[in-house]
């Protein structure tokens, strides 16, 4: 059996009921059929191939092998043999270029479909030097790197100029205790890139009151409520742009807890107006596809960020705190003498030593955080801060930037039923995925600082990123 027959019977076998084409006369429909064995039969593309390439020259060659044989027939015949071998080569070269054309598209077709699996991705923008190793803790790394950089091109807040000397907020001298992310932000919103003086440029107004500064005044909850109402209610009066959208694109800021109850004698500044809060539960309110949480940042920290310190950290859980909440009282009664759990129901007294309290969140695994009076705690800040992986231990709470990081990549969330499990739930976490957790925590430690001036990817700019995701669903 010659190499013509044997190719034949192989593309007979591979598809059945079908004609045998023939490369010279129809090398379209030949290129085609090879098409169709690119992945059923890659031998007998391979035999195909061969075939479409050595068959016009071995009926090109015959003739000049009988020129050759009989040299004195040359001429009689000369003209005609001349005339079929021009032609014979001319297949040659026409079949030749079409099949370097088509494995040369196979080949390239071929690795682009395959380099996404086999190159690593690199994001650019974030302008950190481990890109790679942080685009795993976002819930979208590619958009949160166009989104962001759109924000910092586009974004635009105004501020209303006028306000009740009440409600007023002036930024403080220091900005320290665990309230102090309400003073950071406004005094960042009022020298940042995104404040405009120009409303008609604005994608949202900011309505600068702060039930902090009532409070520390020692005004009521009851005058609280009526010093905001007059207030708003007299910024809808004097200006349009309230009524455009019936406040959805306004927002206000409240750290204190007492915010929540100030803003009560106004239902609709509740539902309509973005609420930026610290104590963003779900039983009090707060609409997550709407409001902001806003993290609680106990500053200045007494001590330096935890960083690639994993091997100090023998302790399995640590938590001290006062036990005024249902769930901390149950974790004090629970936990409290076991001996690989270092919980503590007071505060550690500063008479034990200098900074002990911060101390131990640099030897300890995981730091449990406990919903108190409120479902938020600093406590979340300071593990984070720290490099102790935080375990969040309360129920319908909004976690801060949750629609952008996904907290389960550098924390430990535990139902607060499950309590009594706490011990078992933390020594099934094996070493690697710790070690994980810590590396992807040390990722996101700068989005809970704030700075001042503000620096790229810190707090402030992460709330204002929450609120520009936010102006896309605003219509006016």
């Known amino acids: 059996m010659n190499f013509t027959q044997m190719y034949k019977k192989t593309i007979i076998n591979a598809i059945p009921n079908r004609p045998y084409p023939n490369p010279n006369r129809n090398p379209i429909r030949f290129l085609r059929l090879l098409r169709r064995l690119r992945y059923r039969r890659p031998h007998i593309l391979a035999a195909g191939l061969l075939h479409s390439l050595t068959l016009p020259l071995r009926f090109s060659v015959s003739p000049v092998m009988s020129v050759i044989k009989h040299p004195f027939q040359l001429a009689s015949s000369s003209s005609s043999r001349l005339c079929s071998l021009r032609a014979s080569l001319l297949t ?37 030097a481990a890109d790679d190793e942080i685009s795993d803790v976002y819930h979208s790394p590619e958009v949160f790197r166009l989104n962001y950089a759109e924000m910092e091109r586009k974004f635009k807040v105004y501020i209303y100029p006028d306000g009740d000397p009440n409600t007023f907020y002036q930024t403080p001298r220091k900005l320290t205790g665990k309230y102090a992310s309400e003073g950071y932000f406004f ?20 309505i600068p009151i702060s039930c902090h500064k009532m409070r520390g005044k020692g005004t009521s909850y009851e005058n609280m409520t009526i010093i905001v109402q007059n207030y708003v209610e007299s910024l ?3 200006y349009p742009y309230w009524n455009r959208t019936l406040g959805a694109d306004h927002f206000f800021v409240t750290c204190h807890d007492v915010g929540v109850r100030a803003s009560e004698g106004l ?47 023998t302790t399995l859980g640590f938590w001290a705190g006062h036990r005024n909440s249902k769930i901390r009282v149950i974790l004090a009664r629970v936990w409290e003498n076991d001996t690989e759990l270092d919980i503590s129901n007071n505060r550690i007294n500063r008479a034990t030593g200098h900074l ?47 629609d952008i990081i996904d907290w389960k990549k550098f924390s430990v969330i535990v139902k607060e039923r499950d309590v009594y499990q706490l011990k078992q739930i933390l020594k099934d976490i094996s070493d690697m995925e710790f070690i994980k957790l810590h590396k992807n925590l040390v990722q996101v430690q700068k989005h809970f600082q704030w700075n001042s001036p503000p620096i790229k990817h810190d707090a402030f700019h992460m709330v204002m990123y929450d609120l520009w995701l936010r102006h896309h669903v605003i219509k006016y």
Do not use: M, W
Not at 97 to 115: I, R
Not at 191 to 204: G, W
Not at 386 to 393: E, K
């Open 187 to 206: 005094q960042n919103i009022r020298e940042s890139r995104f404040r405009t003086e120009d409303p008609d440029q604005a994608h949202f107004f900011f």
């Open 356 to 402: 002990v309290y911060q101390k131990r969140f640099y030897r300890t695994k995981f730091c449990i955080c406990p919903g108190g009076s409120q479902v938020n705690s600093a406590r979340i800040a300071d593990s984070i801060h720290y490099g102790c992986v935080p375990v969040i231990l309360s129920d319908y709470y909004d976690l801060p930037f949750n």
């Open 92 to 128: 040659l070269a026409v079949l030749t270029l079409l099949s370097l054309t088509y494995l040369s598209f196979t080949s390239l077709h071929s690795s682009a479909s395959s380099s996404p699996s086999q190159l690593p991705v690199k994001l650019g923008g974030l302008e950190d």
């Open 236 to 238: 809808i009066s004097k």
């Open 267 to 313: 239902p609709f500044l509740i539902k309509n107006a973005i609420r930026v809060v610290c104590s963003p539960s779900y039983d009090v309110g707060f609409i997550p596809h709407k409001d902001v949480a806003l993290p609680q940042v106990l500053q200045p920290f007494a001590l330096p960020a935890g960083g690639n310190d994993t091997e100090n950290r």
